[in-house]
């Protein structure tokens, strides 16, 4: 198993900046990709970005040029930092892990989430 725990989630105003992080433990060795997802009531979880533990990423259109998505595989963890952030950006931001590229479909193992508001 896999266990990720998210932190880093709060209250910003709009053009503020967070940086969410994302610690992996357990069965380290069954995953190489990570991302972060987020979900709004009434819509559905959408990916945000993700990255391989090789380096290679994707970012979501909505949030490219603001969010950037990291790596520290010493620590087996990854980060979120989330700039310029708009009110629509608030939603709960779940970290996910997998095995190559499915985690853009469906990633094995994901974390509790944590709330990011954003206000205006």
């Known amino acids: 198993q896999v266990q990720l725990v998210e932190s880093g989630g709060g209250l910003v105003q709009a053009g503020g900046s967070l940086r969410l992080s994302c610690a992996a433990s357990?069965?380290?060795?069954?995953?190489?990709?990570m991302a972060w997802y987020r979900q709004v009531p009434g819509k559905q979880r959408e990916l945000v970005a993700a990255i391989t533990n090789l380096g290679s990423t994707k970012i979501a259109d909505s949030v490219k040029g603001r969010f950037t998505i990291s790596r520290d595989n010493a620590k087996n963890t990854v980060y979120l930092q989330m700039n310029s952030l708009k009110p629509e950006d608030a939603a709960v931001y779940y970290c996910?892990?997998?095995?190559?590229?499915?985690?853009?479909?469906?990633?094995?193992?994901w974390g509790q989430g944590t709330q990011v508001t954003v206000s205006s």
């Open positions: 996910a892990a997998a095995w190559g590229w499915s985690i853009l479909q469906s990633p094995d193992y």
């Open positions: 357990g069965s380290i060795s069954s995953i190489n990709a």
